[in-house]
């Protein structure tokens, strides 16, 4: 049973560049969720996909924007990249069902690595 | 807003040693959730264990055990036996029960190194 899944797993951009991530969940899982990892730090919560509609965000700009595909991946678009941007960027996923939202337990995958220069 | 807090940012041991993790957190909700997180070498965030806040019974679980305690806003995390397999970065975290999305809220983390 494979769990989440990303791609690519590292990337090298420049300052103003764009970037795409893509993210394929767990099997029977429905939510995508997506955090930002900082050298040394707590993953930040980016934003939430549900049935294709973004649930939730966090304090992202609006650089920071994603969309969720029928079929439940997700990608992560970051524009104008910014030297602070480079990070270790994780997707989770969850199943939305029965229990409140914040019980859920999620699943995460390994990353994907961006380096902007 | 909430907060997680993890007051040590790494402790090394040798094997066969035990840990304690330490986890502070602030919320103005009442009803919350709280969880930790292993995270390896690898990257992904491995799942431990997850603890609603109006059940403060604590429990064991093989090598882990953790404190709750509502009326210090604690939720400590003990490796019992430490192997060089619990090597990594630890992450306490925090959610909402009732909120549309289940944002959850990280503390820095603390990196346990286990000698052998």
């Known amino acids: 049973d494979a769990g989440v899944t990303q791609s690519p797993t590292h990337l090298i951009k420049t300052r103003g560049q764009q970037v795409t991530l893509r993210c394929s969940p767990k099997?029977?899982?429905?939510?995508v969720s997506w955090y930002q990892q900082a050298l040394g730090q707590g993953p930040q919560f980016i934003f939430q996909?549900?049935?294709?509609?973004?649930?939730q965000r966090g304090n992202f700009p609006d650089r920071f924007s994603g969309h969720q595909f029928p079929n439940y991946s997700s990608e992560l678009n970051v524009n104008a990249l910014l030297l602070g941007d480079s990070a270790l960027y994780l997707c989770a996923s969850s199943f939305t069902a029965g229990l409140p939202s914040g019980a859920n337990v999620l699943t995460f995958g390994a990353g994907s690595r961006l380096t902007v220069l | 807003a909430q907060k997680v807090t993890q007051a040590q940012t790494e402790i090394s041991v040798v094997e066969k040693e035990d840990v304690t993790l330490d986890c502070v957190y602030e919320?103005?909700?009442?009803?919350?959730?709280l969880f930790w997180y292993k995270q390896p070498p690898s990257g992904e965030l491995v799942f431990l264990i997850r603890?609603?806040?109006?059940?403060?019974q604590n429990e064991i679980s093989g090598r882990y055990s953790w404190n709750f305690q509502k009326s210090t806003s604690s939720f400590n995390f003990t490796i019992t036996a430490s192997q060089v397999v619990d090597s990594a970065v630890y992450f306490c975290?925090?959610?909402?029960?009732?909120?549309?999305?289940?944002?959850?809220?990280f503390g820095g983390g603390t990196r346990v190194l286990v000698k052998p």
């Open positions: 975290a925090l959610s909402e029960a009732e909120a549309a999305g289940n944002k959850l809220t």
């Open positions: 996909y549900y049935e294709e509609e973004e649930r």
């Open positions: 603890r609603n806040s109006f059940d403060e």
């Open positions: 099997s029977g899982h429905d939510t």
């Open positions: 919320t103005r909700d009442t009803t919350y959730y």
